[in-house]
């Protein structure tokens, strides 16, 4: 996750970035802004030479490109530099404001279609068609789960730990969770006790034998973190527990500006 913040506000989003930020927020992830820093994937770099290198690396927020571009396209560089494949997800808010040497440093780019941006997803399709060497579609996602619905009928049903474990770990706010779910029952949860204890035990890009640290992870895993994937794990429920439709916000902004007029001389050319 590069940010916690986006320019739609959709229902059940599962970054919940549907909740407003504000200083006195209930939920400590919606009391003010954050980005990851180009610094964090720099170290990552260093600290993985060798591993997972053919990997593809997902990068997604909130929204990534709601964020100031030139971080945005200075990760995107860092990963390039290092060889490692990066595929962006994204509701395409300021995509066609990217430069296009930078679109063309990732290697796959997934548009997510709400229906309330299809208009948008169908202009960067073309201007990708024109402007990309890299692999892109679009994907349809209309609803979004209800994460607490979810939670509640995973609790006491999963007895071991899921097979993604490790397969997918995930980086929030600089902090590394073991499965690609994890993060966002964090972020439900609200307390942030598991990126805290997490941080505690190691599970940062800081600790210079992180490599280590996660090929043990059966030991070096805090048992709080185990216990909230048995219980709070809503991939079980995928499907059943699904939100109401999207809808348009008063507060959504379809377009960035620089998407408009990256589509306005790519139109005019």
Known sequence: MLNNYCNLHCEHCCTICHIP????????????KWDESPDTFELFCERF????????????????TAMNLSV????????????RKTYVLTNGYELMGMSVSSLNKIHTIVLDDHGIN????????????KTYKGKYEAIEVYKHWDWNCAR???????????NAMMRSPSVYRGVIYPCCM??????????GAANAILK??????????IVETLRNWRTTLPPYILDKCLTDCPRPYDGICGGSEITLKQNDVIWGPKSKEGWSKFKNA
């Open 21 to 32: 930020i504000h200083p006195d927020s209930e939920i400590m992830d919606r009391r003010d």
């Open 152 to 162: 509640q009928r995973t609790e006491n049903i999963m007895k071991e730990p899921c």
């Open 182 to 191: 994890s993060q966002h029952t964090d972020l439900m949860r609200g307390d």
């Open 72 to 83: 945005v396209e200075e990760i995107i560089e860092i990963l390039y530099n290092y060889g």
């Open 200 to 209: 505690e035990a190691g599970w940062t890009f800081d600790n210079p034998d």
């Open 49 to 64: 030479k060798g591993i997972g290198e053919d990997d593809q690396h997902r990068l997604s927020g909130g929204e990534l």
């Open 118 to 129: 299809h208009e948008l997803i169908e202009s960067i399709m073309k201007y990708l068609k």
